[in-house]
């Protein structure tokens, strides 16, 4: 391919702070806040229009009572700002058990459930006004594009990042830089080391012994949907999972191919378990009426979305005419649908699986099988199941040099871009609850060692934070 000269020179160092944390999802925006309360100066840039990320921008807005710190006060503010919604089973009879039903079909029909959403629109105006709050100097509408680095003896240091926004490109320093992007961008840019998303995964996880990469997403509402004649049609007409309608409009030439999937057998992740499979499924969100749809970028896909911008925009094209061609479909053929419309889809398509850092110790299955303890743990043993190893309950510990990528020594990462295997992802590392405690635990980190003058792989971690 041709290659074309570009101009070199020098970029206005335009900001600087203590602490400058890249992406405000979960991992960046606690991480930030805490920083912040901690008393030292903080700058988050975030390329869309509020904090977030996947649970405001992507519409993953699912709550739940809270982990403690950051978390918990964000799911009590989100609630004192009417911004949860409830949905059970007196406002959603027979949805419990239900096949269209994205969390509630597994439950006994007609068995209790509750399902707490919070608004994502409504939660990404609460999160900014907290960083506002808190002194955070928040840049939205700002691409991270590139680090300045200094190369050491031993490790590297990174001076500054390069990001554009509508003054143009221009530097930010900063002492301690925070990963928040949730695809590892600044290990990337930084020349640290990374295992690429999409790898083997364990036995375990295979389906058919073949092996898939677990693919992005894209979340959508629907508002005004009447879910009383919804549940009609499906008793009425003996058609549960929408086959017949969805036969119909086949017929007629009205679905795309692709777009119905059926669901995948076999067990685990890609089996009965999987969320976000690529068929009809639903859920209550925000508001009556409306609810949230899941669109994956298909399996036999192999994208790389967080590193091929072919492979992004082909999956942003692909899923789009999905949405719209289900959008339509629903209102045309499902009775229920009728006076619905798409009311919202999110910003961006999400990567479940991006580069994974590579860290002073990385994050394993095998940590959780031996139960490992660590002298640095962040948090006292966790339990949690893990879908990845037949559903098995376990307890563990994370080391604190989880979150200190190799090779640089004043960044510390959060969220997804934490380091850890790809069999550790499914509902563990990548959840949205720890990945705002990972982000506390980054703030307090790097607030410490502005104040003590230390990098953080200096930092003697002696006691859980959580
Ligand atoms: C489709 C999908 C569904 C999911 N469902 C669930 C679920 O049901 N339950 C659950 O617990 N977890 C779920 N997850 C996982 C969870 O959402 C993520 O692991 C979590 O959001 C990661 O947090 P993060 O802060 O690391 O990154 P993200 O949430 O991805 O946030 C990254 C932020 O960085 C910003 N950013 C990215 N690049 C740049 C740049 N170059 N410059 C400036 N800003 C940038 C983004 O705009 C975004 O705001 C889901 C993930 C996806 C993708």
New binding site residues.
């Given amino acids: 391919m041709a290659s074309i000269q570009v101009p070199g020179g020098t970029i206005p160092v335009e900001y600087s702070a203590d602490v400058v944390v890249?992406?405000?999802?979960?991992?960046?925006?606690s991480a930030a806040l805490q920083a912040a309360r901690m008393g030292v100066s903080v700058l988050v840039?975030?390329?869309?229009d509020m904090?977030?990320?996947?649970?405001?921008?992507?519409f993953?807005g699912?709550a739940n009572e809270g982990v403690g710190g950051i978390h918990s006060e964000l799911m009590q503010r989100f609630a004192a700002e009417g911004y949860i919604y409830q949905a059970d089973e007196n406002n959603h009879p027979d949805w419990a058990g239900n096949p269209l039903s994205h969390y509630e079909r597994m439950k006994a029909a007609g068995s209790e459930f509750t399902r707490l959403t919070f608004n994502p629109e409504g939660a990404g105006c609460v999160m900014a006004d907290m960083l506002h709050e808190a002194g955070v100097k928040a840049l939205y509408g700002?691409?991270?594009?590139d680090c300045v680095v200094e190369a050491g003896s031993g490790n590297d240091t990174i001076r500054a990042i390069i990001?554009e926004n509508a003054s143009g490109r221009l530097a930010i320093a900063g002492r301690i830089f925070i990963e928040?992007?949730?695809?590892g961008?600044v290990v990337a840019r930084a020349g640290a080391p990374f295992v690429a998303g999409g790898g083997p995964q364990p036995e375990t996880a295979r389906w058919d012994g073949v092996n898939r990469p677990i693919p992005?997403?894209?979340?959508w509402t629907m508002s005004g949907v009447n879910y009383q004649s919804l549940v009609r049609h499906q008793k009425h007409a003996k058609d549960p999972l929408l086959e017949k309608v969805i036969a119909e409009a086949q017929a007629a030439g009205d679905l795309p191919d692709g777009l119905y999937r059926p669901r995948m057998g076999g067990k685990g992740v890609y089996g009965e378990a999987y969320?976000?499979h690529p068929t009809l499924d639903m859920s209550p969100m925000a508001a009556k009426g409306t609810y949230v749809l899941?669109q994956?970028v298909p399996y036999d896909m192999a994208l790389r979305m967080d590193s091929n911008g072919d492979d992004q925009a082909t999956a942003i094209q692909l899923l789009r005419g999905y949405i719209n061609a289900e959008g339509k479909f629903l209102k045309k053929y499902v009775p229920g649908f009728e006076d619905a419309s798409i009311a919202s889809i999110g910003?961006?398509?999400?990567?479940?699986d991006g580069r994974h850092p590579v860290g002073e110790h990385v994050f394993c299955l095998d940590d959780v099988r031996a139960g490992r303890r660590f002298r640095d743990a962040v948090t006292k043993p966790m339990s949690k199941i893990f879908f990845w190893d037949g559903y098995r309950p376990y307890t563990f510990e994370v080391s604190f040099r989880s979150f200190l990528p190799k090779q640089i020594d004043n960044l510390i990462l959060?969220?997804?871009?934490l380091s850890f295997s790809y069999e550790t992802i499914f509902?563990v590392m990548?959840?949205?609850?720890?990945?705002t405690q990972t982000?506390e635990i980054a703030g307090f980190a790097a607030a410490r060692c502005i104040e003590k003058k230390l990098g953080p792989k200096e930092l003697e971690w002696t006691e859980p934070y959580f």
């Fill in positions: 890249i992406g405000a999802g979960p991992g960046g925006f840039v975030e390329k869309l904090p977030g990320g996947v649970h405001t921008s992507g993953q699912s700002t691409t991270f594009v990001v928040g992007s949730g695809t961008q992005g997403g894209l979340l969320i976000g899941w994956n910003r961006f398509v999400g990567v479940r959060t969220g997804a871009s509902m990548r959840n949205f609850p720890w990945c982000g």
